[in-house]
């Protein structure tokens, strides 16, 4: 199954990666901040219940208590920093996109317990301190090393501190149509071992939860979700498509055929009604929770 949407190979202002730069971490950090600097004025803007209800799972099975000092990875425009916030001691976002980080900053400037910084989630500045929960919602999938990045998540966690992520499960048949459109105008250097890998959307809950035992984690469980999102028209979905890891696929598609795409896909959205008008698009959420057992 092909899923493009959070495509960690971006290749926007045509820059586009090679497998020798996989071993450059920080090269590719700074190719995935470039794509988000450019989504961040418009990223989750949409009014399209997304990233928000993602969040809102991420925060339940986290179980978050008073006091306790979270880090959150990968902030964003602070979807899970603004919820979790509220309910504990501290919280402190990190992002690689100066542009993220800004509108991190505003979304969350009053809320004096909270601190957002530049930075590479790929390996958190030890100078942050320690914490009792890392989150990180929608991110390990754009990280070049995945059980390195958790080895540092796990340095950074107090005996049984726990780390939430959410990643992308299964999805829905008319989101694979929409994906299948787009996937014949995709260049070959998008094809990235990644999606094919343990935290692509058709791997088994087991391979996401070895990444987390190969790191060094106990009790490491992984939940599926389906979340229904929807799109009161076509116009929505194209603007919300504009703002995600999807604005790639468009830019892949010469402008020309953009329009036949966009027909294509009307069809699939009209052939998935959401039961109050609109259209439905489901995709199933996973989310990861696991422990640092040591003392
Ligand atoms: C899909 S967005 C999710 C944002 C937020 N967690 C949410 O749920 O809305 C991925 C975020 O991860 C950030 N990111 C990707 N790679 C990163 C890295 N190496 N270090 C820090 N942040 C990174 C991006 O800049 C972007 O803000």
């Known amino acids: ?88 001691g501290s919280a402190v976002g990190v992002d690689v996109s100066p542009a993220m980080v800004a509108q991190c900053r505003a979304a969350s400037a009053g809320s004096p317990n909270v601190r957002v910084e530049l930075g590479d989630a790929q390996r958190p500045d030890p100078g942050l301190g320690m914490f009792d929960a890392v989150t990180a919602s929608l991110v390990l999938f754009f990280l070049p090393d995945p059980v390195a990045a958790l080895r540092h998540w796990r340095g950074r966690l107090v005996a049984d501190g726990r780390c939430v992520i959410s990643t992308f499960g299964v999805a829905g048949r008319a989101w694979r149509e929409v994906d299948e459109v787009f996937a014949p ?86 052939a998935s009604p959401h039961p109050d008008g609109g259209y439905m698009l489901v995709q199933d959420v996973r989310y990861t929770s696991a422990t640092n057992p040591e003392r």
């Open 1 to 88: 199954m092909l899923d493009f949407r959070w495509w960690p190979v971006i290749d926007i202002g045509g820059v586009g990666r090679s497998n020798d730069a996989m071993s450059d971490t920080s090269s590719e950090a700074a190719r995935v901040a470039s794509m988000f600097d450019q989504l961040a004025p418009v990223y989750d803007t949409t009014g399209v219940e997304f990233f928000g209800p993602i969040a809102d799972g991420l925060v339940q099975v986290l179980d978050p208590r008073p006091g306790q000092r979270v880090i959150d990875l990968g902030c964003g425009r602070g979807a899970v920093l603004v919820r979790v916030a509220p309910l504990v």
């Open 185 to 270: 105008f995709l260049p070959a250097h998008m094809l990235d071992a990644r999606t094919e890998g343990p935290l692509s959307p058709s791997s088994p809950d087991a391979a996401v939860d070895a990444l987390f035992t190969a790191a060094g984690f106990t009790d490491v469980h992984t939940v599926s979700r389906p979340l229904e999102t929807r799109f009161t028209s076509v116009e929505q979905w194209e603007a919300f498509s504009w703002t995600t890891g999807q604005r790639a696929m468009w830019l892949s598609v010469p402008e020309s055929q953009r329009p036949t795409v966009r027909a294509t896909i009307t069809d699939i959205l009209r």
